[in-house]
């Protein structure tokens, strides 16, 4: 599957954004799907993940109560509602796919379906 994520942009703090993630195949619904963000000279932390239907949803403890992941399978698109930013919301922030919901959401270097990111800039 390929990810095309979209939606970053410069916003300030307690703004809001959407970013999509597009993904490409007939399989998309096979795919637990999960946000992840790197800040400069960070690791990449997961944000957010959804199951394949769509019904199950795990958050960061950071995003919590902020952010809203949520897929359309008929669109083959996942999203994540970022809502009441902060500045330390600042990253790239990356889409990634995974047959395994586990895998997905622990550990992060060993998926192999990426987005290419899309920069979030929250100002204060």
């Known amino acids: 599957v390929q990810l095309q994520a979209s939606g970053g942009g410069l916003v300030q703090a307690g703004g809001s954004l959407r970013l999509s993630c597009a993904a490409s195949?007939?399989?998309?619904?096979?795919?637990?799907m999960a946000w992840f963000r790197q800040a400069p000279g960070k690791e990449r932390d997961f944000v957010a993940a959804i199951n394949r239907n769509g019904i199950t949803t795990y958050y960061a403890d950071s995003v919590k109560g902020r952010f809203t992941i949520s897929r359309d399978n008929a669109k083959n698109t996942v999203y994540l509602q970022m809502n009441s930013l902060k500045p330390e919301d600042t990253a790239v922030y990356f889409c990634?796919?995974?047959?395994?919901?586990?895998?997905?959401?622990?550990?992060?270097?060993?998926?192999?379906?990426w987005g290419q990111g899309t920069q979030v800039t929250v100002s204060s």
């Open positions: 195949g007939r399989t998309f619904s096979s795919y637990a």
């Open positions: 990634a796919a995974d047959f395994d919901w586990v895998k997905l959401i622990t550990t992060p270097s060993l998926l192999n379906y």
